[in-house]
């Protein structure tokens, strides 16, 4: 299995759909594409923002971290 590229809190953060295409969260220490999704659009779902560490968030949420699952892990959160 490839080593996952290690990227830190501002390089999340430029990954917001705004500053560049990718549309990127992390949780618990993984960062996830989430570009293709339709609820992700312009980098804002719900009140929640991309490019930022959503673990402490998702208990706050609908559903539980098994949506992760289907999307892909570009990386590590340094």
């Known amino acids: ?3 996952l590229k290690a990227y830190t809190k501002s390089q999340l953060a430029l990954r917001n759909g705004h500053d560049r295409p990718e549309i990127w969260v992390a949780f618990e220490g993984l960062i996830y594409n989430v570009s293709h999704s339709r609820l992700w659009r312009n980098g804002k779902h719900y009140e929640h923002w991309a490019g930022q560490d959503l673990t402490d968030e998702l208990k706050d949420a609908p559903h ?3 949506v ?3 999307f892909e ?6």
């Open 1 to 3: 299995m490839e080593e």
């Open 64 to 66: 539980n971290d098994h």
């Open 68 to 70: 992760f699952e289907k």
């Open 73 to 78: 892990v570009v990386g590590t959160l340094k």
